[in-house]
Structure formats: structure tokens, C-alpha cells
């Protein structure tokens, strides 16, 4: 292991009428980024209360893991894909830090 285990969420709200395109694009993106060998988790969700409201819950194996999953072309093409269909500047992430 090279560094800690990086774990974070990201977050981000589809316009309206394009909640079942924003599912779609996290479906598809899921199935590559859960074989990449740094990845621990990638567990998307979508809000129960608003269905707009997208979430996912990431933990790579270190720093370099997490460096690689950003640079993968799949990864750029869903954000290109992403940008114009959700609300902002694209996806908020928020980095976590363990508590035990």
C-alpha cells in the first residue's frame, strides 16, 4: 500500500427529465470502475425522497488507486456525458476521513 484507503462521496442532481439518463450513464459507468484493481467500493444511489438526487459512495486502495480511477477515458466521457443533464458545475465530491 502506498498511502491510506481514499474514501469519499460524490453528489449531483439531475435536471428534470433526465433522472432515468443520469441512471443510466452511473449503471454503465459502475460495471468499469468495479474492475479497476485499486477500487474497493463503488456503490451508487439515488435518493429515495427525490429521485433527481444522485450519490455514490467510493473507496479506492490509495492515493495512486484513486489518481488512476480519474484518469481512466470512460470516467472523462461520463462527466462529458454528465455535465449538461445535472445541475452546477458537475459532481461535488467530499473527501472523508476515518473516525476508528
Known sequence: ??????????????????????ARLLQDL???VRE???C???DPHQLGSNPAAFFVYEEYR???AFDAHR???YGAEFNRALGPIIEGNGSTLT?????V
Open 95 to 99: 473527501f472523508l476521513a476515518p473516525l
Open 1 to 22: 500500500m502506498t498511502g491510506p484507503v481514499i474514501a469519499l462521496y460524490a453528489e449531483f442532481t439531475a435536471l428534470p427529465g433526465h433522472e432515468n439518463e443520469v
Open 36 to 38: 479497476e484493481a485499486g
Open 62 to 64: 490509495d492515493p495512486a
Open 30 to 32: 459502475t460495471a468499469h
Open 71 to 73: 484518469a481512466t477515458a
Open 40 to 42: 474497493i467500493r463503488f
